[in-house]
């Protein structure tokens, strides 16, 4: 093996049990044969450039690895919180060689004395300025490098329990072009990641757009810590449509058996033998400035918390904006961003670039050239893009930019009828006719009364709002924990030559909910969140917080006249570092007229300590501003 420095650690320390470990990871080098041969558990390090020091991890090779030249599949495995790369549980190795895999625990400390891995969680434990995103490539890269393996992204594999359960997620949403598969076992929801002044909230509740194309189980318990926590994470995961997701509730505790272990490593191999293709149409929301998805290259000047956000992206374009957080939080003025596609395209050929900004609602046609690889790159800003690349007379392409509820807002109405109405964008190169749009929702609650509308012609280049609106009734109840509570809803597109688009949007539900009227304005006079005169009076200009008897209250509107938003994160109260308390502080915008009044759907949470149980409680109300 090159590039591998061998390392032998027993897991004991008597003399007798020494020397029969050794006796059984002894490695015997050929020269002759040009290789290392490697029997059983070893435990190995390299140096890692990431990281500038050696970093030991523990490998697994299956028993016939010395005596062929075969390729193997990988599953990488992340320990959790106190854990190291020194792996082990009855019936690994067996299982390794009955399934002919290389098996491989990496060491997830930023420094060897940390008992803390990963460098995440609240805002005290992000650390380090190496990142684990940069280590996983180039630790991915020594194995691949070293062993061997299929290097495809279907036969690599990633296995997780805790702390290492987050890590399999976030790593698979992160590089879903490298991972086939990932199995997260009982594990953390939600850590702030990436640089100690600089680093973002990371949900897994809501990022499972990212993971298309890979296959995916999720392990919860009975009891727990975590438990209530990971009913959200499930909940964000089960209204996200078209991903391969599996989920199985374990009886007991946090900790993970044999069984369950073999569980779990089952569904990989199972894996392994029924490969997902890469997905046709994707998504990546993404916390740092730079990054690489399915052949996309993206950069831009991003140096606060937020993503930027891919929505849609398909041969023919892409929605693009940035986000204070997920999902659909503030834009992010300032923030410039480049995109040099897949080299999806023809080589040296002109194309449309069709630029319709959401934001301001101005459409800008530019022509560019692909370069000799068949990529092509353009720019935007920070405002919420749509995107549209093709040729000349090029196929039409459907895709949502927004709606609106009763011809005034985003909220569907709670237990009535709802008019809904569409804006679509022709972003493709040729008109569109005799269009169907069908509507759908996996919520039971939700109904629709006409899920299919029909229009004549949507040119290219052009937007339209739908001739017709659908009637639904939202009937859903307010959701008692932090799980998503907007409403997915599912779009099927058609027209006369047999072009077929999918997309999707969300739309709060304005719950009718008891008013909240123990009401408190903080606009600067704790001196800690608000900042105005201090009068408990919301004016032009002013930024507020607003409560409800001694809670803090996260606010959801849609309103012209609130123009920034920041969130207040807390431990409320902490065991885990796990599971924050979110509260809204608001910016009034200067020329907001007196007298405006601004309504709300709002809620604050109370949280259990020993279950780290979110207890939310929702309310409406509205203010006047300059009363």
Not at 72 to 98: A, K, W
Not at 127 to 146: A, C, G, M, P, R
Not at 253 to 274: C, D, Q, T
């Amino acid at each position: 093996m090159k590039n591998a420095v061998k390392k032998t650690i027993p897991d004991i320390n008597s003399i007798r049990k020494l020397s029969i470990y050794f006796s059984l990871t002894f490695c015997v080098f050929s020269l002759s044969a040009g290789f290392v041969r490697i029997l059983a558990q070893t435990d190995s390090s390299y140096f890692s450039r990431v990281f500038n020091a050696q970093k030991p991890y523990r490998i697994f090779l299956p028993s016939d690895y010395t005596a062929s030249q075969k390729r193997y599949p990988v599953i990488y495995f992340f320990h959790g919180n106190q854990g190291s790369h020194e792996f082990s549980i009855d019936g690994i190795q067996q299982l390794v060689n009955d399934s002919h895999v290389i098996f491989v625990a990496w060491n997830g400390r930023s420094v060897t004395a940390d008992l803390r891995p990963y460098n995440a969680g609240y805002h005290s434990n992000v650390k380090y300025t190496v990142q684990f995103k940069e280590y996983f490539l180039e630790f991915v890269n020594h194995i691949d490098s070293t062993y061997r393996t299929l290097p495809d992204r279907a036969d690599r594999a990633l296995m997780g329990h805790s702390m290492g359960g987050f890590m399999a997620f976030f790593l698979a949403a992160k590089y879903p072009q490298l991972v086939g598969t990932a199995v997260n076992m009982k594990g953390s929801s939600e850590f702030f990641v990436g640089y100690p002044n600089n680093h973002t909230l990371y949900q897994v509740r809501n990022m499972f757009d990212n993971l298309h194309g890979v296959r995916l189980r999720f392990h919860n318990s009975t009891v727990d810590e975590l438990v209530h926590l990971n009913n959200e994470v499930n909940n964000g995961a089960r209204r996200v449509k078209d991903i391969d997701y599996d989920y199985e509730i374990i009886p007991g505790g946090h900790e993970y058996s044999a069984p369950e272990f073999k569980n779990a490593f089952n569904y990989v191999i199972a894996s392994f033998k029924n490969r997902l293709p890469d997905p046709v149409r994707w998504h990546h929301a993404d916390l740092y400035p730079d990054f690489t998805v399915w052949g996309y290259e993206v950069t831009s000047n991003l140096n606060e918390p937020g993503y930027i956000d891919l929505k849609g992206v398909t041969k023919g374009g892409m929605r693009i904006r940035t986000g204070k957080w997920q999902p659909a939080g503030p834009l992010i003025p300032g923030v410039s961003i480049n995109i040099r596609t897949a080299p999806v395209y023809k080589p040296n050929t002109t194309y449309s670039l069709v630029d319709f900004n959401e934001t301001t609602g101005i459409k800008k046609d530019t022509l560019l050239t692909s370069d000799e690889k068949g990529s092509v790159r353009f720019s935007v800003n920070y405002q919420s893009h749509q995107v549209g690349i093709h040729e000349k007379y090029g196929a039409a392409e459907i895709v949502y930019t927004a709606h609106k509820v009763d011809g005034k807002d985003i909220f569907l109405n709670h237990n009535k009828p709802s008019n809904l109405k569409l804006k679509l964008l022709n972003r493709g190169g040729s008109d569109s006719k005799k269009i169907r749009i069908t509507l759908g929702t996996a919520d039971k609650e939700v109904t629709i009364t006409n899920p299919s509308i029909e229009l004549d012609n949507i040119p290219t280049g052009k937007t339209m709002w739908s001739p017709v609106d659908f009637k639904i009734v939202a009937h859903n109840k307010p959701t008692t924990d932090g799980s998503p509570f907007m409403i997915r809803f599912n779009l099927t597109i058609t027209d006369n030559n047999g072009h077929e688009w999918k997309d999707e949007f969300d739309a709060p539900v304005f719950y009718n909910v008891p008013p909240f009227a123990n009401l408190g304005i903080d606009d600067g006079d704790s001196e800690i969140f608000g900042s105005g005169n201090g009068n408990n009076i919301a004016e032009p200009g002013e930024t507020i917080m607003i409560y409800q008897d001694s809670h803090r209250t996260r606010l959801y509107y849609d309103d012209p006249y609130i123009d920034g938003e920041r969130l207040y994160d807390e431990l409320q109260p902490d065991k885990w570092g796990d599971g924050y308390a979110l509260s809204s502080l608001v910016h009034i915008s200067k020329d907001c007229p007196i007298g405006h009044t601004i309504r709300f759907l709002a809620c604050y949470e109370v949280k259990e300590w020993k279950t780290i149980k979110r207890n939310v409680t929702w309310g409406t109300f509205t203010i006047t501003i300059g009363k």
